[in-house]
């Protein structure tokens, strides 16, 4: 990585706080918070002495350790990431700060503390519509999610989905074909997924990765950089799928489960829930809209929220 690539302030700062061990979305959240509430910029809480992190901020001891002690080693390891991400023509936003995706910031109440973004920030300006699905892959869920993003291509939707999980990757990979505007929110972090090849496209199904349109696509983490995908990263991908999306379409939820759990935190918001022919009673019930596949011929805007 070339020392000649400019780093922004910001980015620095959003990546040193991502960085520290121990401080995860909840706490990064706190810091940003309590620099707030005190009149304190990000810059100056990486400066601040131990005394003053140990009075006024609730931070691990390791946290701690870092800023002080291995303050040093800890900005050069943050300015490599910083380095590589603005190399790759890539963002990492902190919550409240421009940039931040609205519809993440109004409508999840602990939202993520950092967002890294990748490609065109332009696609969320449009409605914008996701596929949900609990179960694994069959024909049906196939013909749901290809319907959906089609119908969704036709009205000028921009589609959201995740991108290693299959259910997801239909959808992705069915606006990809299309030339169509889609966001694809990751389970794991930004170069866990695309490694040195930023520019390469590695949501798909065979083992060759095109290249990423980047004009139609905007590639969304809220893990840090180098993570990899665990078992609870999931959720809060699904969370962040339906947060982004005006119109949500579950083809299968089970009972009780994950994907049930995030569509009815999306209606309590006020977002549109559809149910794919209404197979989930309790989503009905709750005040999704029951659906069929000629539903979506027609002008899916209908379907829009007013929040």
Not at 81 to 92: C, E, F, I, S, T
Not at 216 to 235: C, I, K, M
Request: charged letters at 25%; hydrophobic letters at 45%; aromatic letters at 6%.
């Amino acid at each position: 990585m070339p020392d000649s690539v400019r780093v922004q302030t910001g980015l620095l700062d959003a990546i040193r706080l991502w960085e520290l061990p121990h401080v995860g979305e909840r706490g990064a959240l706190r810091v940003l918070a309590t620099c707030r509430r005190t009149g304190r910029s990000l810059a100056t809480f990486f400066r601040l002495p131990e005394a003053v992190l140990l009075a006024d901020y609730e931070l691990h001891p390791a946290a701690l350790t870092r800023l002080t002690r291995e303050r040093d080693e800890h900005d050069v390891r943050c300015r490599w990431w910083a380095q590589r991400l603005a190399a790759a023509g890539a963002d990492a936003v902190l919550h409240g700060e421009t940039g931040y995706p609205r519809r993440l910031a109004e409508r999840l109440a602990s939202p993520p503390a950092i967002v890294a973004l990748l490609g065109q920030r332009d696609v969320l300006a449009q409605p914008t519509l996701a596929v949900l699905n609990s179960r694994a892959v069959d024909e049906r869920v196939v013909r749901a999610s290809h319907a959906a993003v089609h119908a969704a291509i036709d009205q000028g939707f921009t589609v959201v989905s995740g991108g290693m999980k299959a259910s997801h990757r239909i959808a992705a990979v069915a606006a990809r074909a299309a030339a169509a505007p889609r966001v694809v929110v990751l389970d794991r972090g930004l170069f866990a997924t695309f490694g040195a090849r930023t520019d390469s496209d590695p949501f798909g199904f065979g083992p060759r990765r095109g290249p990423l349109d980047a004009r139609r696509t905007l590639v969304v983490s809220p893990f840090r950089l180098g993570d990899h995908a665990a078992a609870h990263n999931g959720r809060r991908r699904d969370e962040i799928v339906a947060a982004l999306a005006d119109v949500v379409l579950v083809v299968h939820a089970r009972p009780g489960g994950i994907i049930e759990r995030v569509a009815l935190a999306a209606l309590d918001r006020g977002q549109s829930v559809l149910s794919w022919y209404g197979e989930n009673a309790g989503l009905v019930a709750a005040g999704a809209t029951a659906i069929e596949e000629a539903d979506l011929a027609t002008e899916l805007r209908r379907y829009l929220a007013t929040e």
